[in-house]
């Protein structure tokens, strides 16, 4: 999953947000480095994509992108989730996106040393852009998918795959609000379980 998802499913916790933020730029056993709480949301990032990557419904949406983007399928399905969370967020939360947005970026900045060189450089453009605000307009997805092709290491042509969404939304929509139901309640049963066995009873 994208950023926002995993905002969403850091359920309120501020610590478990940062680590769910950061996991990507967290290599190893530097994940020992940070507060016991950010190594739970680290590992609950982990898991998350651990989940979704094996998941059906995820693969039947990657299999619409394959035959054109290859392996860069799994990035762009996690940025189209992401657009669909955004789009239909009141279904979700009934704090607004923007202010939950802003509240994100609130928590991550006042944790400035658990966030790597690397996360930081991006998360002044996230800000700066309001990528989490902005994924719920079609022009935030094509933005978003036009970055991330300009970083891609080769050719990706991730910025074309917004035509494959427009062409599929309903289906891809479809498929999404039944992941994602799945998805909440492991995401939700596993941070339990993670912090129950960090702080046992």
């Given amino acids: 999953m994208n950023f926002l998802a995993h905002a969403y499913l850091s359920f309120g916790q501020e610590e478990i947000l940062v680590g769910n933020f950061i996991a990507d730029f967290v290599r190893g056993k530097e994940m020992e ?3 016991k709480k950010v190594q739970l949301g680290i590992q609950l990032h982990r898991a998350i994509d651990t989940y979704t990557d094996s998941h059906p419904l995820v693969k039947q949406v990657q299999s619409f992108l394959i035959p054109r983007f290859g392996h860069y399928s799994r990035v762009i399905s ?3 989730f992401d657009y669909f969370l955004a789009k239909n967020w009141n279904n979700y939360l009934d704090t607004h ?11 991550l900045s006042s944790y400035p040393h658990e966030l ?6 991006m998360f002044h453009w996230m800000q700066t852009q309001n990528w989490l605000y902005a994924y719920r307009e079609p022009v935030g997805i094509q933005a978003a998918l036009d970055g991330l092709s300009r970083r891609a290491r080769f050719d990706s042509k991730m910025n074309e795959s917004t035509q494959v969404l427009w062409e599929k939304e309903e289906e891809i929509e479809a498929i999404f609000f039944a992941f994602f139901v799945n998805l909440e309640t492991f995401a939700s049963t596993t ?11």
């Fill in 33 to 35: 480095n940070y507060p």
């Fill in 116 to 121: 790597p060189e690397a996360f930081r450089r």
């Fill in 191 to 201: 941070l339990l379980e993670l912090i129950q066995n960090h702080d046992p009873a």
């Fill in 97 to 107: 996106l923007e202010q939950f947005s802003l509240d994100s970026y609130r928590i």
């Fill in 78 to 80: 996690d940025v189209f």
